[in-house]
């Protein structure tokens, strides 16, 4: 994403560069130094075979869960976002129920997933229904899959909304058929949405915890981030087995990354394969209008599949003690909104730095292909790698280096809104950034060059041309992460104090003292709030593509 | 152009709002930091004590609010309490406030026995003194005395010198007889008003195809509960084996573990998510405290649908205490675990922790009367080393398949 004013790409180097080292490098740092002050951090160490086996499990549950979502994801994504039977809003809601679940907390996931597979749930009255199916291997792969596939969909549908549509047309009328169609028209317009969709699905799988420990029945089920989570948790700190553990996550979770941006950034430099962007979505024209809005309404219909699941925990909403959570609902929505906007700030930050980065394209070749065919810069997709970091880093391991790190500046025992924020900014930015990185890789550089050769000023091209397209993907990246903020607990339970617990922690603390149907009831309610926010940000941008 | 002056508004609005309820949020931090009573002034000049104890001690209904106003009252000073999440994370608190030379808290409440060998180095020992209602502690419990089969959580008052215990519970699993009934097909009725046939009466009958996939158990790795199945279970294999097989017990137990893994649903992470599952009827027994059967009665369960079962073998104890930490002990620090031991304190120990009061002779709510007494009571290792080999055995049988 390239500004073409200076001023502003320094800010955003400098604001990415203060981000990075102080919210990653510092953090990460400081608990790496600890463990390799007990000279631990070996090779033979790093081979440990009990991590080994935990390593595998968790690529195993990985490979699966991702490559389930991947199947089911790309053919939806697509045919919610397949052009000539848009209907306007309707493709615009199914676009925003795709995007819902990912705002779940993961502790309704898992009370919803206990209700529908458990001894007494949904399913278990149907005939023939095995209860093997719950707490074990087959439960996570399932709730992972039904949490991820809508997050792929959206990626895809996302990026599908600019397909071509003459060129799908044309191909049709010279006799191609679905398949063709798709590898030649479809593909490389959504490969890299779809490409990154999975890359990330795979870190949130690799690094699952809360569904894995609720639905995994124990060991041998378990992932890295539960293994670590015993070495930081429980009684004395088991530094260096954190970190073996911290470290082989980000080895399994990045490596898709950076394969999906190295051969993206090797498809730019030979500028070949590659569709030119259009400037505005395809608008419906001369389709019927009755079967336009029988399909139109269909799609938000299946979109919604995947989030009604979660609504069986709203039957739970009556036993609320609504007198007793004004105050952390106040600090449940001040957390979420401070992290969504550092996230989403810190996002479009990192990708005017990396434009900057990133060679002059030649004019006239619109979407981002390279043409400069002497050679690319390495720098550009090695930052875009580097600034996905955090998503490969272990919540546990990033909330333990702020402690080590900032312990000697702030009392991580009187608690800290600004340290909370921190960290779920932290946490939360590479989601914004992927969100954002196929928008960007789609800049109209030929419009802003000819608005600027009009007479328009930056801000007036970056107005008319650019702003229309962002708009919705930065409404609907501070929807997303608002509403994982207010369901993230293991941020929070760093820095919080008596006056700073967020409606998270209050479900635990409830369930520690046996209040199991208030707990219960406030959690159905943080599943209204996640969504609520998520479409209050999002309703100005429905409907405004399709 | 009309819509657009709406998005900016709106935008600004939020922005606004946001940035009011954090002004609301700091201030308000800011007012009442250093106090844990509502009301705490900004230059209060009293001695101030630092408690550190984990979250259910101070939330609302825990024991934390029914009894620092008291102290505060007592000793005209102020108490701030500090929760550092649960049991286990104390620990690393401790630690980490010790490695950066500035201790901030001079007490600490809620270590078990096996948290309390963990955290030796960073707590303070007694010498001579000792809290002036020590001797009023039950023989049990008490470190210097003699528990049933001689332990006394851990062997000898040198190994605990520096805690204070108390209140106390037993380990035990609990039943839900409805859950039970529907399985054996009868009612509920006949199995509440006598001695219940379904329940198990020993460890062994856990072994049985009755109970497969029948437990609710926490993982040993992230909880007290869950580590103290595993040393409970571990005491009573060994126990079991004589003779001969005593030599080889190390891999009976793997061999135990790894045959018993198909008795439990799932392993819970901590006491409250696999609760939650057993009230959600997802198993008829969940490994709990025998006192959870009193929250119950006091909350309306007048069938008695949820019994504690206890076993011929004994029950494990959990002794919770408090202690002094070093580097930072005061005078107030001192009195605060006097404090403890009082009336005013142990009475209110049954319906704010939900265990019994370490004090000889503190009345007993009915529901606590009503509670199953367990014959034998059983000490666990609370050693490092010794935990660290059962949790070994523990995950080499269940996670080596």
Redesign the interface.
């Known amino acids: 994403m390239r500004t073409g004013n200076r001023s502003i790409t320094g800010l955003a180097i400098g604001w990415v560069g203060i981000f990075w080292v102080f919210c990653v490098v510092v953090p990460v740092g400081a608990v790496l130094a600890r463990a390799a002050s007990a000279h631990l951090l070996s090779p033979a160490a790093f081979l440990d075979p009990t991590v080994l086996a935990i390593a595998e499990v968790t690529l195993g549950q990985a490979l699966l869960s991702a490559g389930l979502s991947a199947l089911l994801g790309l053919p939806l994504g697509l045919w919610i976002a397949s052009p000539g039977r848009r209907t306007g809003a309707a493709d615009g809601w199914a676009r925003f129920l795709l995007a819902l679940p990912f705002g779940v907390p993961t502790i309704v996931a898992g009370m919803t997933w206990v209700a529908l597979l458990g001894r007494s749930g949904l399913l278990a009255h149907l005939p023939g229904w095995s209860p093997g199916w719950a707490y074990g291997f087959k439960a996570v792969v399932l709730a992972h899959v039904v949490l991820n596939v809508p997050w792929i969909a959206l990626q895809v549908s996302e990026a599908g909304l600019y397909l071509p549509r003459a060129q799908l047309e044309a191909a049709e009328t010279l006799g191609a058929g679905w398949g063709r169609r798709f590898l030649a028209v479809s593909w490389p317009q959504v490969r890299w949405a779809f490409l990154s969709g999975c890359a990330q699905t795979w870190a949130f799988c690799a690094m699952s915890f809360a569904l894995v420990l609720v639905l995994g029945g124990g060991p041998p089920v378990q992932t890295l981030e539960t293994a670590l989570y015993s070495r930081v948790r429980y009684g004395t700190l088991d530094l260096p087995g954190a970190v073996l553990c911290a470290c082989w996550e980000m080895l399994i979770t990045l490596l898709p990354w950076a394969l999906v941006v190295f051969f993206q950034s090797r498809r730019l430099a030979s500028g070949s394969g590659e569709q030119p962007a259009q400037w505005a979505p395809e608008t419906d024209v001369g389709t019927p209008r009755g079967k336009g809005v029988l399909t139109g309404g269909l799609r938000p219909a299946v979109a919604a599949l995947f989030f009604v699941p979660y609504l069986i925990v709203l039957g739970r909403l009556s036993a609320l003690p609504v007198a007793e959570i004004g105050h952390a609902l106040e600090v449940s929505l001040v957390l979420a909104g401070w992290s969504a906007l550092g996230a989403v700030l810190t996002a479009i930050a990192a990708l005017i730095a990396i434009g900057a980065l990133e060679r002059p394209r030649s004019p006239g070749f619109a979407g981002g292909a390279g043409g400069d065919r002497r050679g690319r810069s390495w720098l550009a997709p090695a930052a875009s790698v580097l600034l996905s970091l955090p998503s490969g880093i272990s919540i546990l391991v990033l909330g333990l280096g702020f402690w080590l790190a900032y312990g000697h500046w702030i009392d991580p025992f009187a608690g800290s809104l600004w340290a909370m924020v921190a960290l779920q900014a932290t946490l939360f930015f590479p989601v914004a950034f992927r969100y954002l990185w196929p928008v960007a890789h789609q800049a109209q550089m030929s419009l802003l060059e000819a608005a600027a050769t009009l007479g328009a000023t930056p801000y007036q091209a970056f107005s008319e041309v650019e702003w229309p397209r962002w708009r919705g993907p930065i409404l609907g990246a501070l929807a997303l992460v608002a509403g994982a903020s207010l369901g993230e607990l293991a941020a929070v339970s760093f820095f919080y104090n008596e006056k700073l617990v967020p409606l998270p922690l209050l479900i635990s603390r409830w369930m520690s003292q046996y209040r199991f149907s208030e707990a219960e009831a406030l959690a159905a309610l943080l599943l209204l709030l996640s969504a609520g926010v998520m479409a209050g940000v999002r309703v100005g941008s429905i409907g405004q593509r399709g | 152009m009309r819509r657009r002056a709406l998005?900016a508004f709106?935008s600004v609005a939020?922005?606004s709002g946001?940035v009011a309820?954090?002004a609301?949020?700091?201030g308000?931090?800011r007012w009442?930091?250093g106090s844990?009573t509502p009301g705490g002034l900004v230059g209060d000049r009293r001695q101030e004590l630092v408690v550190?104890t984990y979250?259910?001690f101070?939330?609302?209904?825990?024991l934390g609010p029914e009894i620092f106003p008291l102290f505060e009252k007592r000793c005209d000073c102020r108490v701030r309490?500090?929760?550092?999440?649960?049991g286990?994370?104390i620990?690393?608190?401790l630690?980490?406030?010790f490695e950066?030379g500035t201790p901030?808290?001079q007490v600490v409440i809620g270590l078990d026995q096996p948290?309390f060998n963990?955290a030796r180095p960073w707590l303070k020992r007694w010498g001579g003194w000792r809290p002036s209602a020590w001797r009023r502690i039950r023989r049990e419990v008490r470190p210097d005395g003699a528990g049933e089969d001689g332990g006394s959580d851990g062997g000898g008052d040198g190994d605990k010198d520096g805690f204070l215990p108390y209140d106390y519970g037993f380990f035990a699993f609990m039943a839900d007889t409805r859950h039970l009934a529907r399985q054996a097909g009868t009612s509920a009725g006949a199995l509440s008003g006598m001695p219940p046939p379904a329940f198990p009466r020993s460890f062994r009958d856990l072994l049985g195809p009755s109970w497969k996939?029948g437990l609710l158990?926490e993982?040993p790795?992230?909880s007290t509960p869950g580590l103290a199945f595993v040393l409970y279970a571990d005491a009573i294999q060994t126990r079991a084996l004589t003779g001969e097989s005593a030599a080889k017990k190390t891999p009976d137990l793997r061999a135990f573990w790894r045959g018993f893994r198909g008795q439990?649903?799932?392993?819970?992470?901590?006491?409250?998510?696999a609760?939650?599952?057993f009230?959600?009827?997802?198993?008829p027994l969940v490994w709990s405290y025998t006192t959870?059967q009193a929250?119950h009665e006091e909350?309306g369960d007048l069938t008695h649908r949820y019994r504690a079962v206890l076993f011929d073998e004994g029950q494990p104890i959990q002794v919770e205490g408090a202690a002094l930490i070093r580097g930072s002990e005061s005078v107030l620090a001192r009195r605060f675990l006097d404090f403890l031991l009082s009336r005013e304190v142990q009475e209110r120990i049954p319906l704010h922790s939900?265990m019994y009061p370490v004090r000889e002779a503190t009345t007993l709510p009915a529901s606590f009367e009503h509670l199953p007494y367990p014959k034998k009571v059983i000490h666990l290792p609370s050693d490092p080393a010794t935990i660290a080999a059962a949790l070994r055995r523990w995950?080499g049988g269940?996670?080596g398949?």
């Open positions: 998005v709106l939020t922005v946001l309820l954090t609301r949020l700091d308000w931090f009442t930091r844990a550190y979250d259910g101070v939330a609302k209904g825990g309490a500090l929760p550092v999440g649960d286990q994370q620990l690393a608190r630690q980490l406030d950066r901030v808290a948290a963990r996939r158990l993982d790795r992230t439990w649903l799932t392993l819970a992470p901590g006491w409250d998510q609760y939650g599952l009230l959600g009827e997802q198993a959870s929250y909350h939900w995950s269940v996670e398949g």
